[in-house]
């Protein structure tokens, strides 16, 4: 009498290493939106996030001693890809072109890196250029009552 031959079961069941559960992660839009302003503030040429109406009130929040983060930051977040609209006052002479790309840049690699998603885009628009001497010519206005 001939025996039944087995054939080894295949399973699609991944493999985790011992003790480690398995799970969903999710990431808020404002987390991701926040990594991309952190990002776009450390590249060197920007000197503020957001249009005029976005940094005055920025300068309110920064009387009380709270920043946001994502100022001047839109995210389109996906399944699986973000598409970033960096709104940016550039320090002038750098060329804004430079700047733009530096940003775009940063920002593409803490997503990747930070977040784990990819990216599909970065737009910057450069509303405004920041002289040095802006900042003393409000200086003297505030001593002129």
Known sequence: MATPTSTPST???PVTPLG????KTVISDGVIAKVAGIAAREVP???ALGGGAARALGALRS???STDLSQGINIEVGETQVAVDVTIVAEYPIALQS???DVRASV????ETIIGMEVAEVNVT???????SDDADETEESRVL
């Open 11 to 13: 399973s699609t069941t």
């Open 20 to 23: 480690v559960a398995t799970g």
């Open 45 to 47: 040429g920007v000197f």
């Open 63 to 65: 009387v009380v001693n």
């Open 99 to 101: 700047v733009a790309e």
């Open 108 to 111: 593409t690699d803490a997503i």
């Open 126 to 132: 450069v509303t405004d250029v920041h002289f040095a």
